[in-house]
């Protein structure tokens, strides 16, 4: 399958967003073919290079967020590297930002020239509270995107203060929600010979519409969502338990016949037709009795036990895993979750498989993120045609 032509082969995307989300967007459609150009500043560079854990001074943040992108160094405040920018933004589908709004605006790049460049030109604004609005130019990132959202008000257990994601959440759910906007775009302009547009996503926005119809619970029923642990607010049983061999198992019974396998699975099948927990609303009234039964079965049965014992039952349960324990699991083995890439500066690299897995065109990791300027000669030398004087003054000049 390595020489199947690639679904966006033949898309050019230009990346000029920084960290995680709008370089997330690329990065998945880099994935299914895109031609990922990454620009950064000639001296600062792009964020993410320092950004967590590193191996032999290289950010394997980066390896992971720039996978299949080609990185040039432009100064966009430059008048001779906007130039450069915009010969760029001619040959061109999708540009991708992610800088505060009015930035753009502010070193003469408004959307509006770019457009005039390039009338068909998808061009994506990723920012914490979106373009417009009282927030819009307030510094932000995901963690104040995830507070606002609401998402954080209910997270954690009753008892303690809300929980932040271990995890850049609003960045991550920007960036598939920014993908998949990206492509509708893409199909308007080329299916219905649309005109190129502008696409504001806010990182708030993007949470908000995952956390369910809390706007509807507020208005119609006067509900607040507050923070139950592990617990949902609309099925029972759900929840983490610890097993005899101090272990733990996370399992939900959202489903009828699932919850009815589950008391099934703890010993307790004469509880299905008990009226405390016979349907998901007695179970919901009756969800700390619930919790105690199936908390004191684990606590009498060791992880391997629990497995058995739950696969016989067909009860939907699984280990709380950590990335050790990823590792070893054969299902990430059989489907090839993990794959390692060679790499010039690393040797070799471990990187997500491409997801979701598609029939005919799966997508493809041909490269981990590459060093700074790597991608120049070939770019602004080989397909723009500057000389290598040309290079070599604008190098000295700060405009690449």
Known sequence: MTDTPLPLEGIRVLDIATVIAGPGICARLGDFGADVIKIE????????????????GVSLWWKHISRNKRPITLNLSHPEGQEIFLRLVESSDVLVESFRPGTLEKWNLPPQRI???????IILRNSAFGQTGPYSKRPGFGTLAEAISGLAHMTGFADRGPVLPAIALADE???LAGAYAVMVALYHRDAHDGPGQIIDSSLFENLFQIVGPQAAAYEKLGIIEERRGNRLNFAAPRGAYETKDNKWVALSGTAQSVAERILHA???????????????????????????????WMSQHNLGEVIEIFEREDAAL???????????????????????????????IPLLDPQPRFSETPGRIRHAGLPRAAANIEILKEELGLSDADLERLEDEGAI
Do not use: C
């Open 266 to 296: 703890i010993g307790h099948p004469d509880l299905i037709t008990d009226e405390r927990f016979s349907t998901n609303g007695a179970r919901m009234e009756n969800v700390a009795e619930l919790d105690d039964l199936i908390q004191t």
């Open 41 to 56: 500043h000639p001296r600062i560079g792009d964020t993410t290079r320092n950004l967590g854990w590193k191996v032999q």
């Open 173 to 175: 759910v920007a960036a």
């Open 318 to 348: 699984a280990p709380v895993y950590d990335i050790a324990q990823i590792y070893e699991d054969p299902q990430y083995k059989a489907r090839g979750t993990i794959v390692h890439i060679a790499d010039d500066e690393l040797g070799e």
């Open 115 to 121: 457009l005039e460049r390039n009338p068909k030109i």
